[in-house]
């Protein structure tokens, strides 16, 4: 099982929303979860995934999930698909622009079912 919670957040009710299989291996998948778009990543061939806002500030559209994932000097990262800005998979900031965060949320992988948290 891995379970990534955002810094300060506990999760109190868990919803599957997808099986891990069901997001390919570095690559998105965009969810909704309470009326909100949620992108969710999986990172490498492991059960390690991040969730956080679909929706990208600066193209002002809701396109994150499709971002490509990869490291930007050993963080966990997303190039937004649009203007390719990066942004941190666990903290929702962008790297370029630390002024700028969007939410991230708690998620994690029970028995192949990812779960987000609230």
Same mark, same amino acid.
């Not at 390690?48 to 990262?77: C, M």
């Not at 649009?82 to 941190?88: A, F, H």
């Given at each position: 099982?891995?379970? =990534?919670?955002?810094? %300060?957040q506990? $999760? =109190?009710?868990?919803?599957?929303? /997808?099986?891990? =299989?069901?997001?390919? @291996? %570095?690559?998105?998948? /965009? $969810?909704?979860f309470?009326? +909100?778009?949620v992108?969710?990543?999986?990172?490498? +061939?492991?059960? +390690?995934?991040? $969730?956080?806002? %679909?929706?990208?500030?600066?193209?002002?559209?809701?396109v994150?999930?499709?971002g490509?994932?990869? *490291?930007?000097?050993?963080?966990?990262?997303?190039?937004?698909?649009?203007?390719k800005? %990066?942004?941190?998979?666990q903290t929702? +900031?962008?790297? *370029?622009a @630390?002024?700028? &965060?969007i @939410?991230?949320?708690?998620?994690r992988?029970?028995?192949?079912?990812?779960?987000?948290? &609230?």
């Amino acid at each position: 099982m891995v379970q =990534t919670i955002p810094d %300060n957040q506990t $999760a =109190t009710q868990w919803q599957t929303v /997808c099986q891990i =299989t069901d997001i390919q @291996p %570095n690559t998105g998948v /965009c $969810a909704l979860f309470h009326n +909100e778009q949620v992108a969710i990543f999986r990172v490498g +061939e492991t059960e +390690e995934v991040y $969730a956080l806002s %679909n929706y990208d500030p600066f193209s002002k559209a809701y396109v994150l999930s499709r971002g490509l994932v990869g *490291d930007r000097q050993g963080t966990i990262k997303v190039a937004a698909p649009i203007y390719k800005q %990066n942004i941190n998979l666990q903290t929702g +900031e962008y790297l *370029d622009a @630390p002024e700028i &965060k969007i @939410p991230t949320y708690p998620v994690r992988v029970i028995d192949g079912e990812v779960q987000l948290g &609230k």
